[in-house]
């Protein structure tokens, strides 16, 4: 895994500022702006067999259908597994929050606060654990549904199995490595009259495909069966190869 690369890339291309320019004006726009920036980087990183980051395919409003259709797929599959996720979850969140609700504000005994305080701890350590799984399972089904481009495929859970049992200690340092960098640029990004935020937000993305097109190759070197690759993906009279 080469994580300051899946950063350094971005700005290895000759257009990296028009590009960060024009995917910044792109999330700006409500709701498709992200769709379409991740079909972008779909394109960049699944739809073509040159990886170098030289050769990164320039950001065209003129193919915005295409990044539109390109990143719906990976937005449905990861909107709807996350909704579950959450839904599942709040199972054991809202009772365990009544209960240091309950118990903070009506017993100012020790007891009392040790138990409020353990809940809380409680609380805590499985938010994180919660945030940490949703990645990890995440990920294996957002590079699927970019491979396939298809909404149901994305749900092979054989795959979403192995993926995880191969890559799952790199995928949690990938996650973490995205949440500093992404604080990093943000700030940055703030600092150029605030609107900068939205050009760091390419780079976010950038680096978090980047990470993803990584943890895919090394499931593969360690054994992992590839994913089919959806002909809506092929560059024009060449077929991407993964």
Known sequence: MNYTASVSDFFKSPKWMMNALLGGLCVIIPFVGQITLKGWLITCFWGRDDERPETLPDFDFNNFGKYLE????????????????????????????MMFTLLAPNDHSSAAG???????????????????????????????????QDFAQSFNFAFIKRFIALTWKETIIASLFLFVAGLVLTAVGALIL?????????????????????????????????????????????????
């Open 70 to 97: 390109r990143g719906l797929w990976p937005f449905l599959v990861t909107f709807v597994s996350a909704l579950v996720m959450t839904v599942a979850a709040c199972v054991v969140i809202v009772p365990v929050s």
């Open 114 to 148: 040790c138990a409020a305080a353990l809940l809380g701890s409680v609380l805590f350590v499985f938010y994180v654990v919660l945030v940490v799984g949703m990645m990890v399972l995440l990920t294996p089904l957002t590079i699927r549904a970019s491979l396939t």
């Open 194 to 242: 605030c609107v900068g935020i939205y050009f760091a937000t390419v780079v976010v993305y950038f680096c978090w495909v980047h990470l993803q097109k990584q943890l895919y190759r090394l499931y593969l070197s360690r054994g992992g069966e590839p994913v089919p690759v959806s002909p809506k993906l092929h560059d024009i009279g060449a077929p991407a190869t993964m």
